[in-house]
């Protein structure tokens, strides 16, 4: 199964009792066999992954993720997890060639954004899109472009990235170190020049990336919200009432950028990322400060000059390049009226610059295989013509 979604370029596996193993392709589930899995099935599944210790692990905690690579076939990230009493498995395709920018078209100003000396870089967006990926691919950037010690802590690693111009430790939890928080401790001890660190899911997470940054190192995270102001209001969630205003001062002070991104689905079938940039320039560092996080947005808006744009910009941009339809950026956008309008006004005036029209305010309303064959299952995907819709599996730690 794993090699059919490898081979396929898919992105995730789904195998849960009582239902066909299933795998999206370009964001549309499909069934990999007309054949429900029983019961027992899935557990045997992840029994034949997980190690012993993994497995004395999972009965612990029922929750268990790994990531497990398969010569000639390919580099996967599992969550086994408990539902209905039964096991259920999703496995997430990381592809084992780290892409370049030049691949994922992102914005030319992330390639200064990633060579910054210090700062606090955040990327923003749900499962499933494409975060990882992106900051992958401006990691090797760096690696191929300038001298260092760069470290991440990872749970677990996704992708491997060999050493070029700078020398790259990978962490992986559970593994390399007990804990995020016990690496993030020891950090400091081993001279980095920069530090990714998985994800931010705590306060004390979001303390240590400040600090990092606050000391002169270049610290890089992701965080899940849908944009920049969604993610500030996360963070500062993080944090009781009356450590709010330092917080919003040490952000404020080494706030580089939020990355924002949504992939979205191309006029050839395929995806791209819809990318919404936020910089740490003086006046948003000032608005930060102040927690008035009201004119970000229109700051954003007006700003593309400096490199910064919403999502509701890039939606515009992708549609009048070609790259996506019309409905495709209204589903996506933020402001689906005011992308619309702003569509419409392109289309009367297509001498306007896209940025031009993009800006222009607009009145709106308000590791091994398991071997299918054990568990009687037929698999060939090319027969196979229902799609299914399905979310993803964030709820499920993928």
């Known amino acids: 199964m794993l090699k059919i979604l490898a081979s396929q ?24 066999s007309a054949e429900t899995l029983k ?16 497995r004395e692990e999972f009965e612990r905690e029922l929750e268990m993720n790994l990531a497990i690579s398969i010569p000639n076939v390919g580099r996967f990230r599992i969550n086994i997890f408990k539902q209905r009493n039964e096991v259920s498995i999703v496995a997430r395709n990381i592809k084992m060639e780290i ?5 994922l078209k992102l914005p030319e100003v992330l ?19 494409g975060k990882s990926t992106s900051l992958a691919a401006l990691i090797d950037y760096r690696n191929r472009n300038s001298g260092g010690h760069i470290i991440t802590i990872e749970d677990p690693i996704e992708y491997v990235h060999r050493h070029k111009k ?8 559970g593994v390399d170190t007990r804990s995020f ?9 081993q001279a980095p020049d920069v530090i990714l660190i998985g994800e931010i899911r705590d306060r004390e997470t979001m303390e240590h990336a400040l600090a990092f940054a606050d000391t002169g190192h270049l610290a890089i995270s992701t965080l899940h919200a849908n944009n920049a102001n969604q993610a500030l209001d996360r963070i500062i969630n993080f944090f009781p009432e009356e450590r709010r205003p330092q917080l919003l001062n040490d952000l404020g002070n080494n706030l580089k950028a939020f990355v924002s991104q949504r992939l979205v689905k191309t006029s050839d079938g395929k995806r791209r990322a819809a990318v919404e940039v936020l910089l740490g320039t003086p006046t ?4 930060i400060k102040r927690s008035d996080f009201s004119e970000i947005k229109e700051i954003m808006e007006k700003s593309r000059n400096l490199g910064m744009q919403t999502f509701d910009q890039a939606l515009i941009e992708l549609v009048n390049e070609g790259a996506i339809d019309e409905e495709e950026a209204v589903k996506n956008a933020d402001s689906a009226n005011n992308v619309r309008l702003k569509l419409k006004l392109y289309r009367e005036t297509p001498s306007a610059p896209v940025s031009a029209v ?20 037929e698999l060939k995907l090319e027969e196979i013509e229902v799609e299914v819709p399905v979310e993803d599996p964030g709820r499920h730690g993928i």
């Not at 390639?111 to 899109?129: A, C, D, N, Q, W």
């Not at 690496?183 to 400091?188: C, D, E, F, I, V």
Request: aromatic residues 4%; charged residues 20%; glycine residues 8%.
């Open 181 to 189: 928080h016990a690496a993030l401790k020891n950090t400091l001890r």
């Open 284 to 287: 948003i560092r000032d608005l």
């Open 99 to 103: 892409p370049t920018f030049e691949d």
């Open 111 to 129: 390639l200064k954004t990633i060579m910054e000396k210090r700062g606090l870089v955040l990327f923003v967006g749900g499962t499933g899109s």
């Open 9 to 32: 370029d898919g992105s995730d596996l789904y195998l849960a009792t009582g239902a066909p193993p299933c795998a999206k392709f370009n964001g549309v589930l499909k069934p990999l």
């Open 358 to 377: 993009a800006a222009a305010p607009v009145a709106a309303p308000a590791a091994k295989a398991a071997d299918a064959a054990a568990w009687g299952l």
């Open 166 to 173: 700078s020398i790259i430790n990978q962490r992986e939890v």
């Open 39 to 54: 019961p027992g099935a899935v557990t045997e599944i992840a029994n034949s992954i997980m190690d012993a210790a993994q």
